[in-house]
């Protein structure tokens, strides 16, 4: 790649760093911190957040504060439209979900975290509450456990890479995805938050790729070791379903 070309993708993955540092705080971001938060020269900023401004990504409220702009409703309505499940496979969610008193979320990997994109909400007055979009890091979390299993040594390096105690961490999730390849599923107590409790499997493709984790998440006191048995009969059948039915998501686009 030239000097030229380099420059172009580097300008935009800071406006793309920008615009997620903005997008993350929804009370809005002044100039001051967008400089602090991203670490570039002020009048590199305020160059961004202009351009960003002009193309209706962000908007300034006043102040030299931004908070996302209109244009993003739109990608995100078009987001929406491209990751929603077709109803059919949303309904054996919210039957799950019903079933077995717990939420229910999908997850897929993007890049080194793991994004929410189908989320079922179990009825009870102490749940787990969690939105479509949500992300997460790929350091601790059952679901994170499935998805590292399937991408692979070189992404589990990266992602302990990145933590304060990577070699620690390395050796942790190496035997994470050692205990999910051999059991074929994993299990978390507490990893994330406090008190909370997860149990995930791979959804694969038909062609048998894994494309996301399918997790129930709830209180840990409701995990027991026989409900952890009933949770994994359920989240199985309804993975196996959405392999013989998910064509019709962009989950397998790229399977």
């Not at 400089?35 to 030299?64: C, D, F, Y």
Request: charged share 20%.
């Amino acid at each position: 790649m030239n000097e030229e070309g380099a420059s172009g993708v580097r300008s935009v993955s800071r406006a793309i760093d920008l615009l997620s540092l903005v997008a993350n705080n929804s009370s809005g971001v002044t100039l001051g911190e967008a400089v602090q938060g991203t670490g570039l020269p002020k009048t590199t900023v305020l160059r961004l957040l202009q351009t960003l401004e002009a193309h209706g990504m962000l908007w300034n409220i006043g102040s030299q504060t931004y908070v996302p702009g209109p244009g993003l409703l739109h990608l995100s309505s078009s987001a929406s439209d491209a990751w929603r499940l077709p109803p059919e496979m949303a309904r054996m969610l919210d039957d799950l979900a019903h079933r077995v008193g717990e939420t229910v979320n999908a997850w897929v990997r993007d890049n080194l975290t793991r994004v929410c994109v189908a989320h079922a909400e179990a009825q009870q007055s102490l749940r787990h509450v969690i939105r479509v979009g949500a992300q997460r890091p790929l350091s601790s979390g059952a679901s994170a456990k499935v998805l590292l299993a399937a991408a692979g040594d070189d992404v589990v390096r990266d992602v302990a890479a990145i933590s304060d105690d990577s070699s620690g961490l390395l050796q942790q999730l190496r035997e994470a995805v050692a205990e999910v390849n051999a059991q074929g599923w994993a299990l978390s107590h507490g990893e994330r938050e406090e008190g909370l409790s997860a149990v995930a499997v791979p959804i694969r493709s038909p062609s048998g790729n894994v494309v996301a984790a399918l997790t129930l998440s709830g209180p840990t006191g409701r995990f027991t070791a026989d409900r952890i048995d009933e949770f994994l009969r359920e989240l199985r059948a309804c993975a196996d379903m959405f392999a013989r039915r998910g064509s019709g998501s962009v989950l397998w686009n790229r399977s």
